[in-house]
């Protein structure tokens, strides 16, 4: 069957469940929205829906409640920026499968929005039963059937406030959960992404599947046996392969160099050779920092010095990229025609070690004036991308960490299954 897509799809007199992505944060005392580039990011989808004449249910998650309701993690706090955004009033039913969303959606009139309260608020929607210590295996198994049953009673309840489903949440589409998943089971035929999320997928797609060469990917972060498995898909695509943050020392010691005390994985030296030698069989240019800011202390306040990436030296360790490998790594990006970059290249929430991530997202603007096209992913990078107002320089940033870093792997998201097929 041909997929529906959101723009060949008319709403009219019909009612949307839209999944949207409201994990956004709020102010720990007035519960105010802090940022709501989430908020903002799922309008163009609520305003087609709403100006082809249909209504909108919204539901989305909130933090990680576990199940119990908290005041912290209502969604109503959210109403106040969604209203003015949107230009008009939002309901909001306190109870996303209860008695109120049932009442409010069935008498919901075109181009009104309801708003559910936070999902998460049931552990159904996750599906993980919350087990007491001690269970025995057996007793494992029945609670998670019972949480089997439970959770198609729950999506059926969602499913029955509207007429078809919209998936709009992508930093989500990776969770195989009621109201990302499991829901769009009850609307074949009207179930379709968002523009977000088409937007997501047509720039990772490009990327994965039509880049413009040179194609460089940036990889940094804590840790190497979080990325491995994007860095072995990458080899299959890339250019250039820059490495940063702190999963540049497994790499340096492997290759016999002294790294102090920065973080390393003892057990990952093999593989890190490995990826070197692969990257080598296939012609892909790895680029590992030169030089380093380092930290007597992992600490905010530490002491400081630059040295080169393998004389770190004894009770000191690489927090950041030096001013040599700043220049190394940025003449790289500026000659590239394609941009991957997931992952800080040092300890970025630190002011005295953020200058090596802050100038990568600048020589990425840079490169994307002069025609590349760029990626980048995982909150960390785009909190430096955002700290450095460039996001608009950057061809698209994307609202899922994880949920890239998977797609990208290669896996099956299954919010992406369900609807694609
Ligand atoms: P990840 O979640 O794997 O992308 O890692 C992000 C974290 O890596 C950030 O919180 C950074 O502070 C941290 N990080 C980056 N560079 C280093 C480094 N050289 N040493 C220790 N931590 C680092």
Request: aromatic share 6%; glycine share 10%.
């Amino acid at each position: 069957m041909h997929m529906v897509t959101i723009d060949n799809f008319n709403f009219k007199g019909l009612r949307a469940i839209v999944r949207v992505d409201f994990n956004v944060p709020l102010d720990k005392k007035t519960f105010e929205v802090t940022d709501d580039t989430r908020i903002r990011g799922a309008l163009p989808t609520i305003n087609k829906i709403l100006n082809d004449g249909g209504s909108c249910i919204l539901m989305s998650h909130l933090g990680r409640p576990d199940g119990v309701p908290q005041e912290k993690y209502s969604l109503k706090h959210v109403i106040p920026v969604l209203s003015k955004h949107l230009g008009r009033e939002v309901k909001f039913a306190d109870d996303c499968v209860g008695e109120s969303a049932r009442l409010l959606a069935a008498s919901l009139k075109p181009g009104e929005v309801l708003l559910l309260e936070n999902v998460r608020f049931y552990l159904e929607e996750e599906g993980k039963p919350k087990l007491p210590e001690g269970v025995s295996e057996e007793e494992k198994k029945a609670a998670k059937e019972e949480m089997k049953k439970r959770q198609k009673e729950f999506t059926a309840k969602l499913a029955s406030l509207a007429d078809c489903y919209v998936n709009d949440a992508f930093g989500t589409a990776h969770r195989a959960h009621a109201s990302t998943t499991l829901i769009a089971a009850h609307f074949p035929g009207k179930s379709m992404f968002g523009y977000l999320i088409e937007a997501e997928l047509k720039a990772m797609d490009k990327v994965l599947h039509a880049p413009d060469h040179p194609f460089t990917a940036i990889m940094g972060g804590a840790k190497v046996s979080d990325k491995i498995m994007v860095i072995e898909r990458m080899l299959e695509k890339v250019d250039n392969l820059i490495i940063g943050g702190g999963m540049t020392y497994t790499f340096i010691k492997a290759q016999g160099g002294k790294i102090g005390k920065s973080l390393c994985e003892e057990d990952k030296l093999d593989l890190a050779l490995q990826i070197l030698e692969k990257a080598k069989a296939k012609g892909v240019k790895v680029y590992l920092p030169v030089d380093a800011v380092n930290g007597d202390a992992f600490d905010a306040n530490a002491n400081t010095s630059v040295s080169k990436v393998n004389e770190t030296p004894d009770g000191w360790m690489g927090l950041d990229i030096g001013p040599e490998t700043i220049a190394l790594f940025s003449e790289v990006i500026k000659n590239s025609k394609t941009i991957l970059w997931n992952g800080p290249m040092g300890v970025f929430e630190f002011e005295k070690f953020a200058a090596g991530t802050s100038a990568i997202a600048k020589a990425i603007a840079e490169a994307t004036a002069a025609g590349a096209f760029s990626l980048v992913g995982g909150g960390d990078s785009v909190a430096a991308v955002n700290k450095n107002k460039l996001a608009d320089k950057i061809s698209y940033v994307s609202t899922g960490g994880g949920a890239m870093l998977e797609y990208i792997e290669g896996k099956e998201l299954p919010g992406i299954k369900a609807i694609r097929g």
